[in-house]
């Protein structure tokens, strides 16, 4: 979502007539675009002010989204040199708050959470060229005792289906052919409109957009994930097979004090939903290890719904506690020596899980949207439907943006490897 972000913010200041500079130091406007997930993203963001300060000097400098709107003025306190700082509810008007700094103004400042707009705009200006981002809602109702995000960026919004679906149809006319919906909990989109669709419609009717052929969405939320979603999957060709449902802990204690909403059982009640679908579709998720208070059973625990599930793939991280949140006061901190062990342990098991599962491909046949050339090993690269990476061989030129039938004929933990079936 941030990286979209950034996407928007750019088209916006396109519109306004303003270019891209080519390097920092030829750059009037810098504007910083920020992440507080994790304590260590939030660390870089005050050296980085420091350093875009020397290699521009004078220059006017925003800090935006996440960070900013987390330590708010405090920004200016610590970084003088700043001039405006925006949460990503305000991007809306972030080119008014631009403009009052160019008239002069000093510590400009949108922080306002309380808002019924999402940030859509006119024009986008999309740096990834094979792939499309299109938000659908924004901000989160949730309350993760973990998470920032309720705080940085608002309550829930979603955006119009109509809007949706026009921006789809303008994605297609510009030559894209993949989309990937986005939203925190993408699954809780209710259209605002009087068209009413709820998630699973709303996937259905992108994915009957003319030229469209495949569609993602992320990030699901456990709590709102329905079997319409997977009939919609089952159904329709253009929607992808991959799921990523975020599980956070195997632990149903660890669940409770994440106030993830779910317990262990719902979550894999789910996922028999999702294996019992006629396509196969792959399931990824997240995970957060030495949350306070994890014991070894509780550790143990996840590893077992590693085993009882067999994911694809797994983001995993350890507990990084963050202002503003209930978990960073409870008692039983990890030590970080001992999340370090737990996550190279959960990772080890997961690689062998998914070596397993990619050796089963071998000898398949996958259709890849090519995304990557690297002339030096003479390799393309790719995803597949179920948003596996291949890498391939193939004696044509020009791949970028194509669609190839891949035959798999190896498999390693992380990746396929193949050759173009011709
Ligand atoms: S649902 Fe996701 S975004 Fe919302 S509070 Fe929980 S972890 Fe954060």
Redesign the pocket.
Known sequence: MNVHDSEKVAGVLLARGYAPAPTLAEADLLLYNTCSIREKAAQKVFSRLGEFRQAAPGRTIGVLGCLAQQEGEEIFERAPWVSLVCGSASYRRLPDLVAQVEAGGRRVTGLDLDTEDTFETEITRRDNPIRAYLTIIEG?????S?????HTRGPERSRASASVLAEARRLAQAGYTEIQLLG??VNSYRDPSPAGLDFPSLLRAVAATQGIRRVRFT?S?PNDFSREIVAAIDDTPALCDHIHL?V?SGSPRILQAMR?TYTREDYLERISWIRAARRPISVTTDLIVGFPGETDEDFADTLSLLEAVRFDGVFAFTYSPRPNTTAASLPGAIPEEEKARRLAALLEHQRQIQTVRHQSLVGATLEVLVDAHRPARRQWSGRSTSNRIVNFTSPLENLLGEYVQVSIMRAGPNSLIGEQAI
Do not use: E, F, G, I
């Open positions: 989160c109702d949730y309350a993760c973990y998470c920032v995000v309720p925190q909990t990030t939320h975020p956070q993830r």
